[in-house]
């Protein structure tokens, strides 16, 4: 599956941004989809994560209270809203699937078959 994300941008601390992935020519059903993003000189994290029936939603400690993950009733697109943007939080955001996750590897790069393309948040203090 071709995962597209977007949404990305430049905002002041404290304001808040919406990212979006979009699966290409298909629909998200049966995956589940994380947010992982990086910063340069970083290693690639973990933010958000939501199960494939959407019942199921996890989040990095970092972005607790502050990010919401969810996707849309037709299994099109998941979003990512973002609120209360930290300096922090600057990093290229990227979407990523797979068909099967467990407990332990949810938050692991590894268990995510496709990835999207990324989208940049900027967040200036």
């Known amino acids: 599956v071709q995962l597209q994300a977007s949404g990305g941008g430049l905002v002041q601390a404290g304001g808040s941004l919406r990212l979006a992935c979009a699966a290409s020519?298909?629909?998200?059903?049966?995956?589940?989809i994380a947010w992982f993003r990086q910063s340069p000189g970083k290693e690639r994290e973990f933010v958000a994560g939501?199960?494939?029936?959407?019942?199921?939603?996890i989040y990095a400690d970092s972005v607790k209270g502050r990010f919401t993950i969810s996707r849309d009733s037709a299994w099109n697109t998941v979003y990512l809203q973002l609120n209360s943007l930290e300096p922090e939080d600057a990093a290229v955001y990227y979407c990523?699937?797979?068909?099967?996750?467990?407990?332990?590897?949810?938050?692991?790069?590894?268990?995510?078959?496709?990835w999207g393309q990324g989208t940049q948040v900027t967040v200036s203090s």
């Open positions: 020519g298909r629909t998200l059903r049966s995956y589940n």
């Open positions: 990523a699937a797979a068909p099967r996750v467990t407990l332990s590897t949810w938050n692991r790069d590894y268990a995510y078959d496709y």
């Open positions: 939501i199960s494939w029936s959407g019942e199921n939603t």
